[in-house]
């Protein structure tokens, strides 16, 4: 029996040696793919999947004569190979994987291509390639040596179909119900990939990427349902006031969104020598929330925006500011205007980037002052400095005082922005053992943002404009720094220049979900004229910013899915992918493990119902943003 198989397989090969190639290859890269990035390593569901899929894809191959069919073969393996390379890459920036609707951010990526040259792309990144060397080999082998010409054949077409279908059913009938249900939740990814293979996953993305289309003809009703339904309770609850309640009313607002700004810069010496001396004093003086995240996707520092300002998640399918910058949408920007303020916004790169020249208008800023309004005349990175753009900007903000209205003004800057490689302009700052690291660079980075955020607010205290001014400073997101500079950071042997075990004494316990939670950025609320003195450290998302503030200024929202910080002991923060964190635990919606924070033991029900909670905002959010429905319902009222 045994030698019969032996024999067949051997049979099959000698005719069909690129079919047996492409298939066998390319099943092994993609548990390589598992292996460096989700680790969910030989999982037999994701394996036979994947088999079933390449037997259905070289099932076709029957229908080309022999002729073209290495060239098939030798197509699809690029094809294959290139989903393997794109999605360890893109893995290794996001912690999640690659969507056909991501193409249309890559006019942004091109601009930050020095970052992914020199922080995302790794050599595990280039292990795919021995099955392209292997396929070429092949191919240019069996071309040299040519073969009998073969007729196309539906029979044995028809066979390798009916063994895909065979295998597939099969394993499917061990996948459970909550990962089929994953299929149609496009926000966890890595749940799809664990379960159902990369390219599965691939074939599937493809389809969901028209799922906008379809859903405007099939879904529209039962979504705009389940958000109408999704308000009404949210917004039936009376609403809370507490000591905070309008203590703002009336002030001019700064904005600050800091590129990069990582909560493990703060409050950290090296030698004695903070490296946010500024923010220190500012958030020791003002109201710091310790414990705050952002939730952004692929738009990046364009999701942080967004989620800023709407107080929505960002969009599981592409970005906001590109995919969906037509819709209406509940802003804090347009509430302030409601209330008779200016509403400005100013950034040092140029306006297209992120798609912002149009976005800032549909966010109801009156005016975008980017990469045209000012003197390039020093650059750092992808461009003006951020010193040079803080001290330009000090005119612009006394000619809007000048038109005698309150104003909102939001201020990007630039210069922390990865692979903080550009220090030429910035001061020797001394990170010991950290020097030259990318990580001893992100702080001189941040010592450098934190300088120019200093001198500007000096400069706003010189010419008056710091006087019945609030001002809002936020990270947009983690520095994208890879887990083995923190172990770098934490785990260091200065005597041996080793890195620390957990065998060896002195070891700091330090893992990857304490990694995530490191992740975690600044957001400060400061004003000159009191002294709040105050710390939050109940767990915040970017969501969250809106309400918050809204209830400080007296803005009224009717579209925000998050919560007014100060009115809850603990929170539920959402990721994109539908892991979630509170005060008790970090839950990885991926590999459905839970890591306690607290110390209190976790019920089942406890993660269920968050789990739940995450999959509805995130439903709710993408329906409102594909669907345009914030429009609808206000034309409904």
């Known amino acids: ?72 073969f030798l197509i699809m393996s690029i094809i294959m190979v290139a989903i393997c390379i794109i999605n360890s890459m893109y893995y290794t920036y996001y912690k999640s994987f690659a969507s056909i609707s991501l193409l249309a951010t890559s006019t942004a990526i091109v601009d930050v291509g020095d970052a992914i040259v020199e922080n995302v792309l790794q050599p595990k990144d280039f292990i795919f390639l021995w099955e392209l060397i292997v396929v070429i080999y092949f191919y240019r082998h069996l071309n040299k040596n040519k073969t009998k010409e073969r007729s196309k ?28 249900s994953s299929l149609s939740k496009i926000w966890r990814r890595e749940e799809r990939v664990s379960t159902f293979g990369i390219y599965t996953y691939q074939v599937s993305d493809f389809f969901t ?90 738009g990046t520092s364009s999701d942080a925006e967004f989620t800023f300002a709407t107080s929505l998640m960002p969009s599981s399918s592409g970005t906001v500011f590109i995919n969906y910058y037509d819709r209406e949408y509940d802003t804090i920007q347009k509430k302030f205007k409601k209330q008779d303020y200016n509403v400005y916004s100013m950034h040092g790169n140029k306006g297209t980037f992120w798609n912002r020249d149009i976005m800032h208008q549909n966010m109801g800023y009156d005016n975008f002052f980017s990469e045209e309004s000012y003197v390039i005349d ?19 903000i006394q000619n809007i005082k000048e038109e005698g209205k309150p104003y909102y003004i939001t201020l990007l800057t630039l210069s922390n922005h990865t692979p903080f490689s550009d220090l030429s302009l910035m001061d020797e700052y001394d990170t010991g053992y950290l020097n030259g690291t990318l990580i001893g660079n992100y702080f001189r980075s941040v010592h450098y943002a934190d300088q120019a955020i200093g001198d500007f607010i000096n400069d706003l205290d010189k010419e008056g404009l710091l006087d019945n001014t609030v001002l809002v400073i936020y990270g947009d997101h983690d ?159």
């Open 1 to 72: 029996m045994i030698k019969e198989i032996i024999s067949k397989i051997k049979t099959t090969f000698n005719n069909n040696p690129m079919l047996f190639l492409f298939i066998i290859a390319s099943l092994i890269n993609s548990i390589l793919l598992r292996v460096v990035t989700i680790k969910n390593y030989f999982a037999l569901k994701p394996i036979f999947i994947d088999l079933a899929l390449l037997l259905l894809i070289a099932s076709f191959s029957f229908l080309i004569k022999k002729k073209n069919c290495n060239r098939y």
């Open 153 to 180: 054949n539906s029979k044995n077409m028809a066979k390798l179909a009916l063994s895909a279908l065979i295998i597939f059913g099969i394993t499917a009938l061990f996948v459970t119900p909550s990962e089929w």
């Open 209 to 298: 990427s028209l799922q906008p289309g379809i859903n405007n003809l099939f879904g529209h009703d039962q979504a705009l349902k389940n958000t109408m339904d999704f308000f009404e309770e949210k917004n039936s609850e009376d609403k809370q006031t507490n000591e905070y309640t309008n203590i703002f009313k009336g002030k001019n607002v700064i904005v600050i969104h800091a590129e990069s700004l990582q909560s493990i810069a703060i409050n950290k010496e090296f030698d004695g020598v903070e490296v946010t001396p500024n923010l220190n004093k500012l958030l020791k003086e003002g109201i710091y929330f310790s414990n705050f995240y952002s939730q952004v996707g692929v």
């Open 378 to 396: 020093e650059t750092i990175g992808l461009g003006l400095s951020d010193k040079s753009f803080f001290k330009q900007s000090i005119s612009k």
């Open 479 to 637: 520095a994208r720094i890879d887990y083995q500079y923190y172990q770098l950071m934490y785990n260091y042997d200065e005597e041996t220049g080793m890195i620390l075990t957990e065998e060896d004494e002195g070891y700091t316990p330090y893992n990857e979900y304490d990694y995530i939670i490191d992740k975690k950025v600044p957001f400060i609320i400061w004003t000159k004229d009191t002294n709040y003195n105050t710390e939050i450290d109940t767990p915040m998302g970017m969501i969250d910013v809106y309400p918050t503030l809204g209830n400080m200024f007296g803005l009224d929202g009717q579209y925000q899915i998050g919560n007014d910080i100060m009115n809850l002991d603990d929170n539920t923060v959402v990721f994109t992918d539908g892991s979630f964190i509170t005060k008790k635990i970090y839950y990885d919606s991926g590999q459905k493990e839970a890591y306690p924070i607290s110390g209190e033991a976790i019920s089942d029900d406890y993660i269920t119902k968050r789990s739940e909670y995450a999959d509805t905002i995130i439903e709710i959010s993408n329906n409102i943003i594909t669907y345009d429905l914030i429009k609808e319902m206000e034309d409904q009222k």
